[in-house]
Nanobody, 124 residues
Framework: QVHLVESGGGLVQAGGSLSLSCAASGLTFSYYAMAWFRQAPGKEREFVGSITRSDFATSYSDSVKGRFTISRNNAKSTVSLLMNSLKPEDTALYYC?????????????????WGQGTQVTVSS
């Protein structure tokens, strides 16, 4: 059974930093592109960024580009999201997701597996 478990969320002041981690089990991690999404109350789930399965190329939404960085460690089956210069509008439940294949898009339907999410709250 596949499990994706996010950790590292919390409360941080605007301008601060936070690092999220997602640990995967029950799948051949290197076969999957990985992504981070987020969902704020009353809003649709939003693509944050993704990383390819092998050469680790990354893609980000315009709202986080230049502030967030995605990385992965295939040997440890983990993917991370480093968030800098956080803003109150970054407040959301953050999810990691796995899509079979080389790269991931911003379409939630591509992703087979999802974690339960970790809450990030940015105070002003």
């Amino acid at each position: 059974q596949v499990h994706l478990v996010e950790s590292g969320g919390g409360l941080v002041q605007a301008g601060g930093s936070l690092s999220l981690s997602c640990a995967a089990s029950g799948l051949t991690f290197s076969y999957y592109a990985m992504a981070w999404f987020r969902q704020a109350p009353g809003k649709e789930r939003e693509f944050v960024g993704s990383i390819t399965r092998s050469d680790f190329a990354t893609s980000y939404s315009d709202s986080v580009k230049g502030r967030f960085t995605i990385s992965r460690n295939n040997a440890k089956s983990t993917v991370s999201l480093l968030m800098n210069s956080l803003k109150p509008e970054d407040t959301a439940l953050y999810y990691c997701a796995a899509a079979i294949g080389y790269s991931g898009t911003n379409d939630t339907r591509q992703y087979l597996h999802w974690g339960q999410g970790t809450q990030v709250t940015v105070s002003s």
